[in-house]
C-alpha cells in the first residue's frame, strides 16, 4: 500500500526507520521503505545507513552526487513499488504508533494527504534561537482549521502522502535544483492540475533545529532558488509577490540600498543578539532584492 520515501543528506535517521516499522506493523499494511542517500560524506550517516539496508522492508538507494532533495524525491518515486507515497524528512521523528493508521483511513477515496509537523519547546537551544521563534511563529498556519481553508499554501512535504501518479505527474522538481521552496512549488502545481489536497491532524515532530548560521544559510540558498524560478510561481510566493509589487511602484532601489547598508549588521543582530522574525523577514527580503 505505501512506499515511504526519505532523502538523506548527513543524517542519521535510524531511530526515525525504526520508528516507521512499528507503526507500519501496528497498522498491518503492505510497506517499503526507500532512504535515498544523496552523496552524504558523513562517516557515522554512511554506517547507518549500511545498517537501515539490513532492516526489513528496507532499501536504500546511493547517489554518486549530491542532486538535492526535490530530485532525490521524483527518482524514490520512480522506484517504489506501491500506489501511495508517504513523503517524509530525515530528521522527522513519530510521536505516535497509529501515524501509519491515520494515513491509511485517509488515504480511502484522496490523492493527497497532509499531515503536519510540530517543533517541541525542548528543542530550543541558544544556537537555533532563530529557526526556532520562525517555526513558533509560524505555529498558527500550521494549526489545523487554518490549513483546511488554506489546503494548497500549507502543504508540507516534511510530512506528505500523495498518490504516486500524482506526484510523477507534478513537474516541480526541474525547479528546485537545491535546498528550498519544494513545499510551495508542490502545492502550487497541485493546485493548478485541480488536485485536492486534505488535511488531517497527523503530526510529526522536526527533531533537528537549524543553527541561527545554518538557517540563514539555507535561507540565502532557497532564496536564490526562488529568484530563479518562473515568473507564475514568483507571483504566488510571499516574499518574491513582495519584491515584484515593490518594482512595480519604483521602491525595489531603496530595500536594495537598505540592505547594501545594513544587511550585514542584520546577520550579525540575528546571529548574536536578537533572533526576531520580523528582522529575519526584512533581512530576507532585502536579500532577495540583491540577487534578483
Known amino acids: 500500500m505505501f512506499s515511504i520515501v526519505i532523502s538523506v543528506f548527513n543524517y542519521d535517521c535510524t531511530e526515525l526507520v525504526k520508528e516507521l516499522i512499528r507503526s507500519c506493523s501496528v497498522a498491518k499494511v503492505d510497506y517499503e521503505i526507500l532512504v535515498g542517500n544523496d552523496c552524504s560524506t558523513d562517516p557515522g550517516t554512511l554506517a547507518a545507513l549500511k545498517r537501515i539496508a539490513t532492516m526489513p522492508h528496507c532499501r536504500v538507494l546511493n547517489e554518486e552526487r549530491n542532486i538535492g532533495k526535490a530530485y532525490m524525491l521524483y527518482h524514490l518515486a520512480d522506484e517504489a513499488v506501491y500506489p501511495y507515497l508517504i513523503i517524509i524528512d530525515s530528521d522527522a521523528r513519530v510521536p505516535a504508533d497509529d501515524f ?3 494515513y491509511r483511513q485517509a488515504a480511502q477515496g484522496h490523492d493527497v494527504v497532509s499531515g503536519h509537523v510540530i517543533v517541541l519547546k525542548e528543542a530550543l537551544r541558544k ?6 521563534r520562525y517555526e513558533f511563529a509560524a505555529a498558527g498556519e500550521r494549526a489545523l482549521e487554518y490549513r ?3 489546503p494548497y499554501k500549507n502543504l508540507c512535504t516534511i510530512n506528505l502522502l500523495i498518490k504516486r501518479s500524482v506526484f510523477l505527474a507534478t513537474p516541480f522538481p526541474k525547479d528546485c535544483y537545491q535546498y528550498g521552496y519544494e513545499d510551495t512549488i508542490l502545492g502550487i502545481d497541485l493546485e493548478q492540475m485541480g488536485v485536492e489536497i486534505v488535511h488531517i491532524d497527523n503530526p510529526l515532530i522536526h527533531n533537528n533545529i537549524d543553527s541561527n548560521e545554518s538557517f540563514i ?3 540565502h540558498k532557497a532564496l536564490h532558488v526562488l529568484a530563479g524560478l518562473d515568473r507564475f510561481y514568483q507571483e504566488r510566493i510571499r516574499i ?3 519584491a515584484l509589487k515593490l518594482q512595480r511602484w519604483h521602491m525595489l532601489w531603496a ?6 547598508l545594513f544587511g550585514s549588521l542584520e546577520r550579525r543582530v540575528l546571529l548574536s543578539l536578537w533572533q526576531s522574525v520580523t528582522l529575519f523577514n526584512i533581512y530576507k527580503l ?3 532584492s540583491t540577487i534578483k
Open 100 to 102: 501509519i493508521e491515520k
Open 127 to 132: 544556537d537555533n534561537q532563530l529557526r526556532h
Open 148 to 150: 483546511r481553508k488554506h
Open 217 to 219: 544559510n539555507k535561507t
Open 240 to 242: 518574491s509577490a513582495t
Open 255 to 260: 530595500v536594495k540600498l537598505w540592505h547594501r
Open 286 to 288: 532585502g536579500y532577495y
